[in-house]
C-alpha cells in the first residue's frame, strides 16, 4: 500500500472530526428550529430531491483500496459539498452554520485531493460539480438539509473508521 | 414532489381554526396506490384527516381542521405510512397572534447635542407575530391642522420602540405632526398624534453650580451666608432660561426651600438666612422661559457649609 | 486671484529643503505695480523670498528654499504689503516625516469562536505622515514556495495594527503566505513572510477543572488525595489534545508540580501524595498534539483541600 504521511492522516482526521462536530451541530438547529428532528422520516423525500449517498466502499477495513478509496473520500465530500451549497439561503439563523459546514468539507475534500496529486493518483483534472439536487420550497431545502447532513456524518464515521485503521 | 400542503390562512389569531389539505400525487413511485395520508402538529401524534378522497386525476386529497390554534407558532406535517415507518411529505409552517394595539405614551426629546429629536412610545401587548413600528411625521404650522412638507418615517432599530428623526428633516420653530404606526398581518394601529415644535423639547441638562471664595477682605464676613455662582450648561446657552434653586440643610426630616425665578447666569449669587447646620445641600434647575420647555433634571447635590 | 504659491514637493523627510515659488499677477488691481513679495511659515516673522524678479508678461514671482523642514505640518504663506498692514495672497501646506520603517513582530491567532484569523504586528517608529497598513496573504503549499490562490487584501481599522482575515478566504490545513505592508508617500515597506497553515495557531482555551466529589463508601478515603475530572474546551473538542496539570500548596514560596502528558478529557482524575498542606491551587492547560499547535494559557486556579 501507498506510504500515506502521518500528519496527512492525522489532519484527514482531525477534519473529519471537525465536520462530524459542525454538523451535529447543524442538525440539532434543524430540529430545534423546524422540528424535522427525524432523517429517517425523509428518506422517501431524499428519492425524489436525489440526496446523494456517497459510497465508500473501497474504505472497509476488510477490502481496503487506497486510491480508489481516496478518490471515493474525495468524490464523496465533494458531492456532500454541492448538496450544502444548495442549502444556500436556508434561513438567517442556520446560515452561519451551513456556510462553515460547506467551507469544512470543501477544505477537508482538497487536502484529500492534495494528497493524491503528491501520491500522483490523480486521473484527471477535479471532479467537476454534478447535478445539485434542486431544492423548490422552503420545506424541501430544510428537510434537504436533514437528510443531505445526516448521511454526511454517516459517510464521514466510515471516514474516520478507514482513516484510523491507516494510522 | 410527492405531497404539498395548502393552508387556508397561513396566519390566524390565536385560538382561531385552521383549515390544511394535503394533496399526494399518484405518480409518487414508491408509495402505495391510495396510501392514508395523515397528519401531525409539531411533536404531536400522527393522527388521519377529517376527510380523504381521490381526485379524478388519482391525486389523493385529505382535510384537517385544527379547531383552536393556540400555538403562536408550530410546524404541521403530511405523512404516509411506508414500508414500516412513516414518510414527511410536506411541512407548513402556522403562525398565530394578535393585530397590534395601539401604541401609547409617544413622548419626544429634542437633543441639542446629536441634534436629534428621540422619540419613544409603549408597543402595547404581545401581538407574538412580526409586528412592524414606523415613527411617522410631518410639518405643519401652528395647529396642526394641515400638512405642510412630509418627513420620511423613521424606522426603530429591531425590538426598538424609540427613534430618532435626524436634525435635516426637522424645521426647528415650526410645529410639525408625529404618530406611531404598529403593523402586522393581522392588522394596523396608530398611536394618538403630538403636535409639537422641537424645540419646544428641548432636553435641557441644568447649569454647574460652584461655590464662591469670598475674599473676607473685600466682602465682610456674614454668618449664615454662601456664595455660589452658575452658568448655563453650555450647548443650551442661546435660549432664554428661568431658573430655580432649593436647599436643605442635612439634618433629619429636613425639608427643601425653593428660591424660583433665577437667572440662567449669575456670577456672584448670595444666599442668607441660613441657621448654623452643618451642611447644606444645593440644587438648581433651569427651563426655557418665557418660551415654552421643559424643566432639567436637578443638577448634581453641592455641599456647602454656610460661613460662621 | 492675486496671488499662487507652487511647491517643489508638497511632502519631504524631515529635515530636507522645501523651495517654493509665489507668483503675483500684474492685474491684481489693487497692489502696486511691483509688490514685494514677503514669506510667512506658519506664524514666523514676514521674510522676503531668496529672489523676486518680473517676468515679461509683468507678473512678479519670488522664490524661497526653506532649508530644513522641521514641522511635520506647516503652512506657508506668500504675501505682500498693503496699506498699512500684509494681505495674504495664498497658503498651502507642506507635511515631513519618515517613509515607513517594516513592520515587525508579526503573528497569528486562528479563532474558533469567530472563525477567523487575526494578525498583529508592530508599526515601527512614527511616520507623522498618513500610513495605510495592508495584511497581505496567499495560499501556497506545503513549502510556502509557490502562490496558488491569492487571498484578498485585509485593510485593518483606522490606527490599528491588528487585521481579521474571515473563514471564507481560509484553506484550513494547507499553508499560507502572510506578511504586512507599510505604505506612505515617501515609502513602502514590508514585514517579514510568515508561512502558517490556520490550524497550527489556533488560540486554544484550557479544559475547566473540577472537583469529585468521590462516594466514601464507593472509593475508600485515602489521605492526601485529591480527585478532578476536565473536559476540552468544546469549540476545540475536534482536536487531539495533550494536557498538562500544575498544583501547588497555598505556602509561602512553595512551588509548582508539574504532571505532564495528560490526555484532554478524564472524569476521574486521582491525584495523591499531597501533604496536609491547608488548601492547593491546581491550574491545567492543554496544546493540540501530536499536530502542531500553542499552548492554551492556564486555566482558572482552583483551590481545594486533600481529602484527610
Request: neutral net charge.
Amino acid at each position: 500500500t501507498l506510504p500515506l504521511p502521518r500528519s496527512f492522516l492525522l489532519k484527514s482526521l482531525e477534519q473529519a472530526r471537525k465536520i462530524q462536530a459542525r454538523s451535529s451541530v447543524l442538525l440539532e438547529q434543524l430540529c430545534a428550529v423546524y422540528k424535522l428532528c427525524h432523517p429517517e422520516e425523509l428518506v422517501l423525500l431524499g428519492h425524489s430531491l436525489g440526496i446523494p449517498q456517497a459510497p465508500l466502499s473501497h474504505c472497509s477495513s476488510q477490502a481496503l483500496q487506497l486510491t480508489e478509496c481516496l478518490s471515493q473520500l474525495h468524490r464523496g465530500l465533494f458531492l456532500y459539498q454541492g448538496c450544502l451549497q444548495a442549502l444556500a439561503g436556508i434561513s438567517p439563523e442556520l446560515a452561519p452554520t451551513v456556510d462553515m459546514l460547506q467551507l469544512d468539507v470543501a477544505n477537508f475534500a482538497t487536502t484529500i485531493w492534495q494528497q493524491m496529486e503528491t501520491l500522483g493518483v490523480v486521473a484527471a483534472g477535479q471532479p467537476t460539480q454534478s447535478t445539485m439536487p434542486a431544492f423548490t420550497s422552503a420545506f424541501q431545502r430544510r428537510a434537504g438539509g436533514v437528510l443531505a447532513t445526516s448521511r454526511l456524518q454517516s459517510f464521514l464515521e466510515t471516514a474516520h473508521h478507514a482513516l484510523n485503521h491507516l494510522t | 414532489s410527492c405531497g404539498h400542503i395548502r393552508i387556508s390562512v397561513p396566519i390566524v389569531r390565536l385560538g382561531d381554526p385552521v383549515m390544511a389539505s394535503c394533496t399526494v400525487s399518484p405518480n409518487c413511485s414508491k408509495l402505495d396506490r391510495e396510501p392514508r395520508i395523515l397528519w401531525r402538529l409539531e411533536d404531536g401524534p400522527n393522527q388521519p384527516g377529517d376527510k380523504q378522497w381521490r381526485l379524478p386525476d388519482g391525486t389523493q386529497e385529505s382535510t384537517i381542521t385544527l379547531p383552536h390554534m393556540n400555538h403562536t407558532k408550530a410546524f404541521l406535517f403530511c405523512l404516509v405510512p411506508w414500508a414500516n415507518s412513516f414518510q414527511v411529505l410536506d411541512q407548513a409552517e402556522i403562525r398565530a397572534g394578535y393585530p397590534p394595539a395601539s401604541p401609547s405614551n409617544l413622548s419626544c426629546l429634542m437633543y441639542l447635542t446629536t441634534n436629534s429629536l428621540v422619540c419613544q412610545w409603549e408597543p402595547g401587548p404581545e401581538t407574538h407575530l412580526p409586528t412592524n413600528f414606523t415613527l411617522k411625521s410631518f410639518r405643519s404650522r401652528a395647529d396642526c391642522q394641515y400638512q405642510e412638507d412630509s418627513i420620511p418615517d423613521c424606522v426603530p432599530g429591531d425590538r426598538q420602540n424609540t427613534c430618532s428623526i435626524h436634525r435635516k428633516h426637522l424645521l426647528l420653530y415650526q410645529n410639525m405632526v408625529i404618530w406611531v404606526q404598529a403593523e402586522n398581518v393581522l392588522g394596523t394601529s396608530e398611536s394618538p398624534k403630538l403636535c409639537l415644535d422641537p424645540m419646544d423639547v428641548v432636553k435641557l441638562e441644568p447649569p454647574e453650580l460652584q461655590a464662591l471664595d469670598i475674599n473676607p477682605d473685600l466682602v465682610p464676613r456674614q454668618p449664615g451666608c454662601l456664595w455660589l455662582s452658575w452658568k448655563p450648561w453650555e450647548p443650551g446657552g442661546f435660549m432664554e432660561q428661568e431658573c430655580e434653586l432649593r436647599y436643605q440643610p442635612q439634618l433629619r426630616g429636613a425639608n427643601w426651600t425653593l428660591v424660583s425665578h433665577l437667572p440662567s447666569s449669575k456670577d456672584q449669587f448670595k444666599l442668607c438666612g441660613l441657621h448654623q447646620a452643618p451642611v447644606y445641600t444645593l440644587q438648581i434647575r433651569c427651563i426655557r422661559s418665557p418660551l415654552p420647555g421643559l424643566w432639567s433634571s436637578w443638577s448634581p447635590g453641592l455641599q456647602l457649609r454656610p460661613s460662621l
